[in-house]
């Protein structure tokens, strides 16, 4: 019976173990701020060019969330959105094949 | 990053990205006119590029990045489709998230939509009608398209921003260290969990998946049958 839950507990172990490994890293790195890696890029093209990341205007006029809460919320909009689809789709192929059998 | 590439920079991705969004668009028209029971199937692949694009994930490097989704999406319809998926979430992300921009929207499009898709979709038809377990095909486009994402974007910026030592070879060398090492080990977890969301399309629906000759009809029948 293990045999038809194997992709599942790979899965799982893949997962912990990646929580596993950021927890441990966490531990040992505390100066890191696991800011996002757009941030650090952004930095890097600062250092590159000598310019203040400060100097780097959008070129088009771009609305910015006010806070990061905000952001963070539109964010998880975004993945409800999504998360919404997926369970309709697999609820619906589920019903398609009850009816069927 | 909008207002980080120069402005010849993020028109020349534009040109790049525009004509394959056209053929994209033209070919999901296509599909859908063919078979309307795909429409499900690209809102599932769909639904996941929206879910782990927006899940942004720390990693071993003390930064955090996200994964893409668009393998699942890439197998599936192929990478133009999803180019298409793929720029509606970004314009999202760019109007509403200040994550990307406008200007370099194209450039994000080429990264994320079109060349990630690509290499993942080129490993798939590589191992398609091989013995290799479709699962782990799966997990392997999927993993790929991710990380070859974020080679692509070091890329771009690497072009845009040549070092003064070492020119683009050190910048390049630079950004794959920001954006490609951070990215490992979410690509690895992204390809697993998608080829485990692969394998639940494979229980509920394998007539669409043989309908549009993802994998041969015996491999999906077989790996249906023993699950």
């Given at each position: 019976?293990?045999?038809r839950?194997r992709l599942?507990i790979?899965a799982i ?5 990646f929580?596993?490994?950021f ?5 040992l ?10 941030t650090?890029?952004?930095?890097g ?6 310019v203040?990341e ?8 771009q ?5 990061g809460?905000i952001?963070?919320g539109?964010f998880a ?12 789709v697999f ?11 | 990053?909008e207002g980080?590439l ?6 020349f ?5 525009l ?16 078979d ?10 769909g639904?996941?590029i ?6 942004k ?9 996200h994964?893409t989704?668009?393998?699942l999406s890439?197998?599936?319809f192929?990478p ?7 720029a509606?979430v ?20 080429v ?9 993942g979709?080129?490993?798939y ?8 377990n479709?699962y ?5 486009a ?9 080679i692509?974007?070091?890329l771009?910026?690497a072009?845009?921003y ?10 390049f060398v630079m950004?794959?260290?920001i954006?490609?090492i951070t ?6 977890v992204?390809g697993?969990?998608?080829a485990?969301?692969?394998?639940y399309i494979?229980?509920?629906k394998p ?5 549009l000759k ?5 491999k ?8």
């Amino acid at each position: 019976m293990w045999s038809r839950y194997r992709l599942e507990i790979v899965a799982i172990v893949a997962i912990v173990c990646f929580c596993g490994v950021f927890l441990y890293t966490s531990s040992l790195m505390n100066d890191a701020e696991y800011a996002g890696s757009d941030t650090l890029g952004s930095a890097g093209v600062a250092e590159l060019t000598g310019v203040s990341e400060e100097a780097f205007q959008p070129l088009v006029p771009q609305w910015e969330p006010p806070s990061g809460e905000i952001e963070s919320g539109l964010f998880a909009l975004q993945a409800a959105v999504g998360g919404i689809f997926v369970g309709w789709v697999f609820g619906y192929w589920k019903g398609q094949k009850n009816r069927s059998t | 990053m909008e207002g980080f590439l120069p402005l010849q920079w993020a028109v020349f991705w534009w040109i790049i990205a525009l004509p394959c969004l056209v053929f994209g668009i033209l070919q999901l028209k296509r599909v859908l006119a063919a078979d309307r029971e795909a429409l499900p199937l690209l809102g599932v692949t769909g639904g996941f590029i929206f879910i782990l694009s927006s899940l942004k994930l720390p990693s071993v490097t003390g930064s955090c990045s996200h994964p893409t989704g668009t393998g699942l999406s890439s197998v599936c319809f192929g990478p133009w489709i999803t180019s298409v998926i793929c720029a509606i979430v970004l314009l999202f992300q760019s109007l509403f998230l200040a994550h990307g921009g406008l200007s370099v929207l194209g450039a994000n499009i080429v990264s994320m939509g079109i060349v990630g898709p690509l290499a993942g979709w080129g490993i798939y038809r590589a191992l398609r009608d091989t013995g290799v377990n479709i699962y782990f095909t799966v997990f392997l486009a999927c993993a790929l398209a991710d990380f070859c994402t974020y080679i692509v974007t070091s890329l771009e910026l690497a072009l845009a921003y040549p070092a003064e030592v070492g020119g683009f070879g050190s910048s390049f060398v630079m950004f794959m260290g920001i954006f490609a090492i951070t990215q490992i080990p979410l690509a690895i977890v992204e390809g697993i969990v998608l080829a485990l969301v692969f394998k639940y399309i494979v229980q509920l629906k394998p007539e669409i998946l043989v309908r549009l000759k993802v994998f041969p009809e015996e491999k999906i029948r077989a790996a249906a049958g023993d699950s």
